[in-house]
């Protein structure tokens, strides 16, 4: 047992999760003095804080977002350095989810608790994998928190698009993908696979594509998809946010097949009402498997779920013996990644 009780120091407020001692939030969902941010997705880096204390790649996508607005202060922590405030240390931890993602990991007078941010724990070319530490609380989130969730392997998804770009030479293979990670994972995992023609891209991924590479990710060439041609663009791949996929933009494109990649694309039915063709089941979030993994792995007595289906993954903790239970957060669960209507509206 840790010697302090730890909800007496980290506490859910209005404003999101609120470490006491240390005089700072995790991704807060609305504008504060003092941030710490584990990832750059809408739904955990929010623009307006003052001071602003995530990884670099974090904090370098949210000047590339944000602009003035990412911070007044932003204040780099590398994985596994560790900076005191206030008597907490706090250090972070990669999370596999989109580059710079990171877990926050928070120790006061003997007690460790991870706030784990979103995370998945398959190989990802673009990010650190997910990194495991004990702790005495972890927080997780939930998006696919129910056992029907189980992500196949990223390869059968990827050779199912490739298929598609083989088979129909003469339409384009229009894939929607999430600005922040996903797009980026997607190229990726394709020229993995040895698809090196040069893949196309809408205008709204160009900025993220850029910092990637930039961060030293490598994606092969990229096109702009806006200005070329029918005849061009005939047989090759053309990545878009889910937004385009119905837009007047995907006119210019040849017959397009549509496919979207995202984790609910398990779903029938948001398969349909996105109009995808070939839906792709590739997710940056954990699956079922990969958070049940998770929780055996990194051994805490104590789970607290903040977003998706938390009762689901709190009745099978309770069910192992730990202590788990629900945090209302409020402004979670729209990762743009996965699918929040806002998100896409600005992509
Ligand atoms: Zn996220
Ligand atoms: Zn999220």
């Known amino acids: 047992m840790p010697s302090v009780a730890p909800e007496s120091w980290l506490k859910v407020t209005e404003r999101g999760l609120y470490c006491e001692p240390g005089g700072f939030y995790v991704d807060p969902h609305r504008p504060v003095e003092r941030a710490v941010v584990t990832h750059g997705h809408a739904d955990h880096a929010r623009p307006g804080n003052r001071a602003v204390l995530a990884t670099p790649e974090t904090l370098a996508i949210m000047r590339r977002r944000y602009g003035d607005q990412a911070g007044e202060d932003l204040q780099p922590l590398a994985y596994g350095e560790e900076r005191t405030i206030g008597g ?43 990194e495991v530490m004990p702790c005495d609380v972890f927080i997780t989130e939930a998006t696919f928190g129910l056992p029907v969730f189980r992500h196949p392997p990223d390869e059968g998804e990827i050779a199912k698009l490739l298929t598609a770009q083989r088979q129909f030479p003469e339409r384009a293979v229009l894939v929607g993908a999430y600005s922040l990670g996903k797009a980026q994972r997607v190229i990726a995992l394709l020229r993995r696979a040895g698809y090196d023609r040069p893949l196309y891209i809408h205008g709204a991924l160009q900025g993220l594509c850029d910092l ?99 009762e689901a993954l709190v009745h099978y903790a309770t069910g192992r013996g730990i202590r788990a239970r629900a945090l209302a957060l409020i402004g979670r669960g729209e990762d743009e990644q996965e699918g929040s209507p806002a998100e896409e509206a600005k992509a």
């Open 88 to 130: 907490v240390t706090l250090s972070f931890l990669p999370a596999g989810h989109v580059l710079g993602s990171a877990q926050a990991v928070l120790e006061w007078q003997g007690c460790r608790i991870i706030v784990s941010g979103d995370y998945k724990r398959r190989t990802d070319p673009t990010c650190a994998p997910f």
């Open 212 to 310: 990637y590479r930039d961060l030293g990710v490598d994606l092969g060439e990229l096109r702009p998809a806006t200005g070329a041609s029918k005849a061009e663009l005939a047989g090759e791949i053309v990545l878009a946010p889910p937004s385009a996929l119905a837009d007047r933009w995907s006119r210019r494109l040849p017959d397009p097949l549509t496919a979207m990649a995202s984790g609910w694309m398990r779903v029938r039915a948001r398969a349909k009402q996105r109009g995808a063709e070939l839906p792709l089941i590739l997710s940056d979030h954990a699956d079922w498997d990969e958070l049940v993994q998770t929780l055996e792995d990194v051994g805490a007595p104590e789970v607290w779920v903040t977003h998706g289906n938390e």
